[in-house]
């Protein structure tokens, strides 16, 4: 039962749970050099939307399941918020891995659940000065 379980790993080669190496597509320098301008856009667009207290921050990194790019946004107050994209080996085609709609909702939506934390967390500490 346990050798047919594709989670159970090749001997002395993948542990058990973990994907093969050959199965993951590894990025050229050119594939790298293209996601990360592309994340690097969303960062910037997410920092319009917030004010200088907020560090916003992009990476590209190789992941268990391949390359994955995260845009995170820590608030002055609460916790890290952040949005990650695996891209597939067709999506390297164009020179924009993201459609600027795309990277506009992403950054909105970042800017927001940083606001969001900021308020969840000072909700209770703040006295309203009018009703």
Do not use: C, W
């Not at 039962?1 to 199965?23: F, H």
């Not at 995170?72 to 949005?83: D, I, L, M, N, Y």
């Amino acid at each position: 039962m346990n050798g047919n379980n594709p989670y159970a790993g090749t001997p002395g080669t993948t542990q058990a749970g973990k994907r093969a190496s050959a199965d993951l597509a590894e990025l050229s320098a050119s594939q790298r050099r293209i996601l990360r301008e592309n994340v690097t856009r969303i960062a910037a667009r997410t920092r319009s939307f917030l004010p200088d207290e907020y560090v916003v921050d992009s990476d590209v990194s190789q992941a268990s399941g391949g390359a994955r790019a995260t845009v995170a946004v820590q608030p002055p107050v609460g916790h890290p918020v952040s949005a990650g994209f695996t891209p597939d080996g067709d999506d390297f085609e164009d020179e924009q891995l993201i459609t600027d709609d795309d990277e506009f909702e992403v950054a909105r939506g970042l800017a927001a659940s940083a606001a969001l934390q900021v308020k969840q967390t000072v909700q209770d500490d703040v006295t309203p000065t009018a009703r």
